[in-house]
Nanobody
């Protein structure tokens, strides 16, 4: 059974930083895109950032310059990270890891990020 294990969420003050991690029990050879989505209360799930197996990345306009997506190297190629800096209250949401694999899409269970003073 495929597992996407997320970690790194929590409560942080405005202006602070968090780093999210996602470890996928999938072979890197079959991964096309790795990404992070988020869903705030009462809102639709939205793409935050994504990175291809060729290291091309794209970001939502609202996080450009503040968030950085990266993927693991060497023995950790099936991991994806999201470094979040200068966090704002509007970044509060459940963050989901997403893997676009050759056989379909896979989602993590979500990790809560709360930005509040």
């Amino acid at each position: 059974q495929v597992q996407l294990a997320e970690s790194g969420g929590g409560l942080v003050q405005p202006g602070g930083s968090l780093r999210l991690s996602c470890a996928a029990s999938l072979a890197f050879a079959g991964i096309n895109v790795m990404g992070w989505y988020r869903q705030a209360p009462g809102k639709q799930r939205e793409l935050v950032a994504a990175i291809t197996r060729g290291d091309r990345s794209n970001y939502a306009d609202s996080v450009k310059g503040r968030f950085t997506i990266s993927r693991g190297r060497d023995d950790s190629k099936s991991m994806v990270f999201l470094q979040m800096n200068s966090l704002k209250p509007e970044d509060t949401a459940v963050y989901y890891c997403n893997i676009q694999y050759w056989s379909g899409d896979y989602w993590g269970q979500g990790t809560q990020v709360i930005v509040s003073s």
